[in-house]
């Protein structure tokens, strides 16, 4: 057996962007937010991801920018270290080393040299208490620090960062937890403590969700789980304070900003609306509804010209000050569950699956981007917490990607269960996919399984459902009628059933000559042509549960696994049992693109992949523990290059790279040591390499660059004291190979620079007529030289030397001579000016 070797599990991709709350620049350029194990730089312009900055080996926690460097940031992990990075070129910075798991992180420009962080109290195994703690950070050239100076701030405190803030001028710090609110003063050393009642007379939920404070003024904005808004006022007395209460939200307020001049107050929660109070005139509000899901998180920018929310569909959206939506940034859609397969589109090669309510989203792997969502339900979805509505359950391509089948169904408690069964054909005009057909009611019972004939060389197009109400139903593709009206339609062009057996999955052969379908402990395999029943395959007991066929050399196998913990595998020559063990599959998947099939098996709490073919005893591949949990949604992808590895343990990887989900809805897949250092190289490699590719660009721009540097070299040979270009000069080269962070704004160097190339249009003039009693003067120096030369005889030695120096000359022709005089008299002073200052 071979082992998993040099090939990791590893997160790729789909990672929550809306896990943690986002970070606006200082100059809103750029959006930065916690993503996985690292932190991703978004351009709050383009929507396009500028930077991954790697180095985290646990979850990223939270995200800061650091307050006396605005282009520098901090990122707390819970393993135990705070990163400072530079956005702007992606380059870690220093690694502080705490010791602790991280779970959020603070800082206040009047504290210097110091953050705030959550870590879970040192006395407490279960890590169920936690506390705020001041963290000094040490000033040391070293990359690598160890923080050891902690002081403890707040003692029980919330794990969520929306529940501790910084309050006016870094004075004190406020923390909810339940039904308290808790204000620490820093110049006291002294916490005051407020508590609600758990409820009221009319049903109130009063505990804490969410805390903010105000930038100018003592004042402390609380939300809470019955929706409510409390402003807390006269808090540095204990006995003496107030709070007036807001209500609009009619579920918990899960985030509050105050904007930073403080004349606003932004909350948001599960109804998918931006509500902005005026502070001091809280009857007056805007709101911003539609913004598609349950906002988890509110950001503004330090120069408030740019709000951002986060969403609990894994979306970032980028809002401007006039309440106006300008971009959004869409990650892999999580919900709680996948009810459809992973499925990669024949076109785009994108990974479809459930994605928004009602909704398959396109999801790009190579580029870890959401490409679009496709609405198949087609209704507005209601945010409303028990309320039955349409669902997409199932969904499958045709091999060429022409044709995409769903299921939606919806189970209301005293009705029937509703089914919908849409195809949808693809339109070459808007390259998206267009519904042809609608089936109401397919089934009299809930679809278990449904797919396409694969077959390349098939005449028709057929697409197969089985249900609980103990049929399989196949469904054609109709001629297209020849009114010019009319197109393409699918109808039902056979039903059937074995012996009253409910039917579980399907599928068909590589070649579209076979359809297997259980019927509980039975395979029945039919003739698609003729629908007829060509045999059934026995097995030990146990439902049957997944079925694969072999495909190329191993095409003459069908593979099903059970609920009795058995994998079979029958010969279809001999309709006989080839081979099976014993093991707890929970999904078996075939690779479409080689005769490998991928086995995840559930042991002891944990997940083992084997990767085998049919036709050989000894698998391919194995790895044990990918993940914790139960593995049911996994998907074979092509790669767009080919991997040309010659190890055994990684050859399976070199047509397609697999996939899977989680428990925790994590999108994990494999990767060899050999590629995992290729992308950390490139991801390193911030200086443009001087091998780039050979373009028809690269060679229109490489042959001009060559002839210009023909030219430099001939005209340096003819003066060696001219003055030097100025894209040869050492000041230049320091001006563009110098960090952008250093130099003065592009806008400051232009103006100095263009300045320096206006020419006023009187020196134009005269500069013309010198130019022309040059050449005069040049064409009579010519002809006196001619006259000269045919008058005067001269020494052999003096003849060769002369012939030498006409050569020369002859080497430089007019128009660059005119060149050569136009750059010597060029400006550039304001460089070396530059410089010296």
């Known amino acids: 057996m071979v082992e998993h070797g040099d090939i990791r599990v590893v997160h790729r991709g789909g990672s929550k962007i809306n896990f943690r709350e986002p970070v606006i620049t200082n100059d809103s350029s750029f959006l930065l937010c916690a993503s996985g194990e690292c932190v991703k730089v978004f351009s709050t312009s383009t929507e396009e991801c500028i930077h991954d900055l790697r180095g985290h080996t646990d979850l990223v926690t939270g995200v800061l920018l650091k307050p006396s460097n605005h282009l520098q940031v901090y990122s707390c992990s819970a393993d135990g270290t705070v990163r400072l990075w530079d956005f702007t070129d992606g380059i870690l910075i220093k690694t502080y080393v705490i010791g602790y798991p991280i779970y959020s992180i603070y800082a206040s420009p009047d504290h210097e040299g110091i953050i705030f962080i959550v870590t879970p109290m040192l006395s407490d195994k279960r890590s169920e208490l936690f506390q705020l703690v001041a963290v000094h950070l040490p000033q040391s050239g070293d990359q690598l620090v160890e923080a050891r100076e902690l002081s403890a701030v707040l003692s029980d405190v919330s794990s969520n960062p929306a529940a501790i803030t910084i309050g006016r001028g870094g004075e004190y710090f406020a923390s909810a937890k339940g039904l308290q609110l808790e204000v620490y003063f820093f110049r006291k050393q002294k916490s005051y403590r407020f508590s609600l009642k758990e409820g009221n007379k009319k049903g109130g939920r009063n505990t804490f969700t969410c805390v903010a404070c105000h930038p100018k003024d003592d004042c402390i904005a609380t939300g809470h789980e019955d929706g409510k808004i409390r402003l807390w006022r006269n808090f540095n007395h204990k006995k003496e304070y107030t709070y007036t209460t807001l209500h609009w939200h009619h579920s918990a307020v899960s985030s509050l900003r105050f904007t930073p001049e403080g004349t606003n107050l932004l909350s948001g929660g599960v109804e998918s609306v931006l509500v902005q109070w005026r502070y001091n005139q809280e009857s007056q509000r805007d709101f911003l509804p539609r913004l598609g899901a349950a906002i988890t998180h509110i950001t503004i920018s330090p120069d408030g010209a740019l709000f951002c929310t986060s969403h609990s569909d894994n979306k970032i959206t980028i809002i401007q000050s006039c309440v106006k939506v300008s971009a959004v940034i869409q990650g892999l859609v999580k919900g709680e569950s996948v009810r459809t ?264 709490g944990c997940t083992d992949l084997f990767v085998f073919k049919p036709s050989e005893p000894r698998p391919l591949f194995s790895h044990k523990a990918v993940c914790s949990g139960k593995v049911t949604r996994a998907v074979f992808a092509p790669r767009e290059d080919m991997l040309e590895s010659c190890e055994e343990s990684s050859q399976w990887l070199n047509c397609s790279q697999l996939y899977f989900l989680t428990q925790y809805m994590d999108l994990m897949t494999f990767i060899t040591k050999a590629e995992e250092d290729r992308l950390m190289a490139s991801s390193k490699q911030l200086v443009i390499d001087d091998s780039v590719a050979m373009t028809p660009f690269y060679l229109l721009l490489g042959k001009h660059r060559q002839q210009q540097q023909e030219n430099q070299d001939t005209l340096s040979t003819l003066s060696a004291e001219r003055t030097p270009l100025p894209q040869g000069s050492v000041a230049i080269k320091e001006l563009l190979q110098t960090p952008a962070h250093v130099l003065p704004s592009t806008s400051f160097l232009c103006s100095m620079f263009v300045q320096s190339l206006l020419i006023s249009v009187t020196d134009s003039r005269e500069e013309s007529k010198h130019a022309e009693e040059e050449m005069e003067s040049e064409k009579e120096e010519e002809d006196s030289e001619g006259e000269m030369e045919s008058s005067t005889s001269r020494p052999r030695e003096a003849s060769l030397a002369g012939h030498a120096t006409e050569t020369a000359a002859l080497a430089l022709t007019k128009a660059q001579a005119r060149e050569l005089r136009r750059v010597k008299k060029l400006d550039h002073s304001w460089l070396s000016g530059l410089l010296d200052s």
């Not at 042509?529 to 694969?548: F, K, M, N, V, Y």
């Not at 696994?561 to 707890?584: F, G, H, I, V, Y």
Request: with cysteine.
């Open 341 to 604: 397969d992973l499925m990669v589109d024949p076109r785009s090669k994108a990974m479809v699956l459930n994605g928004k309510p009602g909704h398959l989203q396109f999801y790009s792997l190579q580029r870890d981007k959401l490409l679009y969502n496709l609405d198949i339900v087609q209704q507005e979805y209601i945010h409303e917490s028990g309320l039955q509505q349409f669902e997409v359950v199932k969904a499958a391509f045709d091999a060429s990607g022409n044709w995409l089948a769903t299921v939606e169904e919806r189970k209301q408690k005293a009705a029937e269960l509703e089914l919908n069964l849409k195809l949808w054909e693809f339109d070459e005009q808007t390259q998206s996919f267009v519904l042809n057909t609608t089936i109401s009611a397919p089934h009299e019972a809930q679809i278990t399984a449904m797919c396409f004939c694969h077959a390349a060389d098939s005449q028709t197009t057929m697409l197969v459902s089985t249900s609980k109400d103990g049929h399989f139903k196949a469904w054609q593709l109709a001629t297209p009628a020849r009114t010019e009206d009319e197109g393409p339609s699918w109808s039902c062009d056979f039903v059937g059933a074995y012996h009253g057996l409910v039917p579980k999955c399907c599928c068909f052969s590589a070649d579209g000559s076979l359809l297997a379908v259980s019927f509980q402990e039975v395979v029945t395999v039919w003739s698609p042509s003729s629908w007829e029943l060509l045999t059934t395959l026995s097995q030990p007991p146990g439902a049957i549960r997944d079925l694969c066929f072999g495909r190329l050399s191993c095409s003459k196998y069908l593979l099903g696994t059970t609920a009795s913990n058995l994998l079979c595998c029958w010969n279809l020559l001999t309709c006989s049992l080839e081979w099976s063990t014993s093991m707890d599959t929970s999904l078996l998947l075939a690779d479409p693109f080689s005769e490998n099939m991928a086995a995840f098996c559930c042991q002891a």
